[in-house]
């Protein structure tokens, strides 16, 4: 049979999916730790770990080249692609925020000019607030838009929130909590059900381990 085929992100992502299966049961050689191997496959031949960008892993999972992605929820808003969302791993937890300086998102807006990496979050947001937009697609030092005036506020995931302090700036508004979630390919649910569900409780599994060895030490 078919390897269940898993996208995952590179980097962070990827190795904790790695070691959450191992957890589970599912072990995979040692040729993972090389960054050049682009597919993975389990000892006992079940999966395969797909290495690819953050941002595509919700693409291979709607066209079928993934049976199963493990992302961040905010890259699943942001695609909208046709998956189903089936499992919140509980790591990786983060919230997507408004953020500005202090008084830049007044009550009664009208209209804002804003930077952000996730355009579609931010429109339907916005147009859901009655708020009309300038929206700057940005890919990276999202904060230092408003500093420089680009834009008065800005859309982006926030951890600790240090560097917006370190910047001057404050979360406005909260649009999302975040996490890593388990999405998966409409037709491979539904003709390999039982396995796509073993993957999901091998993970869960592994979440479970690891929060009981910390509660350990």
Known sequence: MEPMK????????????????????IAF????YDERKLVITS??????????????????????????GIVGKDTIMEDGKDVYELQDLGFGKCQLVVAGFPGSFPDDAKYLTVATKY???????????????DISRLNGSIELAPIVGLSEVIV??????????????????EIAKVS????ANKASYATRTEEVQTCIELLKKGVKERREDSYQT
């Open 43 to 68: 000892i006992d031949g079940s999966f395969q770990l797909l290495f690819v960008k953050a941002a595509d892993v919700p693409t291979y999972v709607e066209k079928g080249a993934a049976d199963i």
């Open 29 to 32: 050689p040692d040729t993972l």
């Open 180 to 183: 890593t979630r388990v999405i």
């Open 119 to 133: 355009p579609a979050i931010t429109k339907e947001y916005f147009d859901k607030a009655g708020i009309r937009t």
């Open 6 to 25: 898993l996208a995952v992100a590179k980097g962070r992502i990827a190795e904790k999916a790695r070691a959450l299966l191992s957890e589970g049961g």
């Open 156 to 173: 982006d995931i926030v951890e600790t929130g240090s560097t917006l302090r370190d910047n001057g700036l404050v979360v406005l508004k």
